[in-house]
C-alpha cells in the first residue's frame, strides 16, 4: 500500500540556525517534508513558485521586507497556509495578532533566549501546527466572510433587516452567551463581536493563546465591539454588553452569587493539554447558568469544549457550532457535532445574528 502524500513545508526565517533547527523539528516527522528554505521574502517569493509548498512557516522580522508586508502580497496573489514562528510573538503580540488577521493560520512563540533548546522544547506544538495548517481553510482578509450580492440560502449573511431584528434592546439582563474557540478563533471572535450591539447579552469568552497575549487580544476585540471587551478579574459581576476572557494562562469560569453571575478566574492544571480551556468554562456555564445561556463553539483544531458543550446543552441551554465551510480548522466543531452537543450549525457570518435571536427567544 503506497504511503499518502507529505506535508511539503517551505520554512522562511533570516536565522540560518533558526532555519536549520526548523528544518531538523520537521523533517523528523514522517507525514512532513522539507522542501526548502528561504532567508528573506524575495527568495521565498521565488521558492513558491518553484516548489509549491502546501504550508509556509514565516518569521515576522526579515531584511528587505518585514513578514508583515510579504504575507499581506502573498495572501492576496497566492494564499497558502501559513504558520508565524517569530520571536516577536512573545513581545509583540499585536504583530501576530495582526498577521492572524492578514490570514496566517497559527503561530508559535519563538523562544527569544536558547533559541536551540526552547525551538526542540515546542517541537510537537510546530510539527502539530504545520500538520494543521496543510488541512487547513485560508481565509483571504479582505471581508472574505461577507456573501457575494445576490446570495441566497443558509450560508449566506444575514440581511440589514435581520440584523437589526436580531440587535433590537434587550429587555432582559438574564442571558450568558459563551462562546470557545481555537485555531483560526482570533479572527472569527473578532467577526462575531462586530455583529453585536452596545446592550447585548454578557458574553465569556474561552480562546486558546499564550500567556502574553490576553491584554492584547482584548484591547483588539475591543477596538472592534460596540461591547466593552475586557480581561476578566477574579470575582467582578458579568454584565450585560460586556465580553470578558481569561487572563493569560489561566482558567475563566462563571460562579452564582444570588441573581447574578460573577468570573471566577482559576489557575488550576491545563484541561485537554490547554489552559485556559473552554471545557472549563462551558462546564461551569451549565452549572451556573443552565437553559439561561446559549453556548457556541468556533474554528479550533482538537475537541476542547466538546464535552462542556454537550453539558450546556444538556442542563437546557441552546447550543451551536460554526459551519464546516467557514471554520479554518473544524477540529473542535466537528468534535462537538459528533457528540451530538450542537442543536445547529451556522456559517460564521451567522452567528452574532443567530446568537442574539436565540438570546431574545430564551427571554
Request: with cysteine.
Amino acid at each position: 500500500m503506497s504511503l499518502p502524500s507529505r506535508c511539503r513545508v517551505l520554512i522562511v526565517d533570516d536565522s540560518a540556525v533558526v532555519r536549520q533547527l526548523l528544518g531538523e523539528i520537521l523533517a523528523g516527522d514522517a507525514e512532513i517534508e522539507v522542501v526548502g528554505t528561504a532567508s528573506d521574502p524575495y527568495v521565498a517569493r521565488e521558492k513558491i513558485k518553484l516548489l509549491k509548498p502546501d504550508v509556509l512557516t514565516l518569521d515576522v522580522e526579515m531584511p528587505r521586507m518585514d513578514g508583515l508586508m510579504f504575507l499581506h502580497n502573498l495572501m492576496r496573489l497566492h494564499p497558502i497556509p501559513v504558520v508565524m514562528i517569530s520571536s516577536l510573538t512573545q513581545r509583540g503580540a499585536d504583530t501576530t495578532l495582526q498577521a492572524l488577521a492578514l490570514g496566517a493560520v497559527d503561530f508559535v512563540s519563538k523562544p527569544t533566549l536558547d533559541v536551540q533548546r526552547g525551538l526542540r522544547g515546542f517541537a510537537e506544538e510546530i510539527i502539530t501546527k504545520v500538520k494543521m495548517a496543510a488541512r487547513a481553510r485560508v481565509r483571504v482578509p479582505e471581508r472574505p466572510l461577507l456573501p457575494a450580492p445576490g446570495s441566497t440560502g443558509t450560508q449566506s449573511a444575514p440581511g440589514a433587516s435581520a440584523l437589526t431584528a436580531a440587535r433590537a434592546r434587550f429587555r432582559t439582563t438574564d442571558r450568558l452567551i459563551a462562546i470557545g474557540a481555537s485555531a483560526g478563533g482570533t479572527e472569527a471572535l473578532r467577526v462575531v463581536l462586530e455583529g453585536m450591539p452596545a446592550d447585548a447579552p454578557a458574553v465569556v469568552i474561552t480562546q486558546h493563546l499564550p500567556a502574553s497575549f490576553s491584554a492584547a487580544f482584548a484591547e483588539r476585540l475591543d477596538r472592534h465591539s460596540a461591547m466593552a471587551v475586557r480581561e476578566a478579574s477574579d470575582g467582578e459581576a458579568i454584565l450585560p454588553g460586556h465580553a470578558y476572557i481569561p487572563k493569560g494562562g489561566q482558567h475563566l469560569r462563571v460562579i452564582g452569587d444570588g441573581a447574578r453571575w460573577r468570573c471566577r478566574i482559576d489557575d488550576g492544571p491545563a484541561v485537554n493539554r490547554h489552559k485556559p480551556a473552554v471545557d472549563v468554562l462551558f462546564h461551569s456555564v451549565a452549572q451556573t447558568a443552565g437553559a439561561n445561556a446559549i453556548g457556541a463553539i468556533l474554528t479550533g483544531m482538537g475537541d476542547d469544549g466538546a464535552r462542556g458543550l454537550l453539558a450546556m446543552r444538556q442542563a437546557g441551554a441552546r447550543t451551536l457550532i460554526q459551519d464546516e465551510a467557514t471554520a479554518v480548522v473544524w477540529g473542535m466543531p466537528g468534535a462537538a457535532h459528533k457528540l451530538g452537543a450542537a442543536e445547529e450549525i451556522v456559517p460564521l457570518e451567522r452567528i452574532a445574528e443567530r446568537l442574539l435571536t436565540l438570546a431574545r427567544a430564551n427571554a
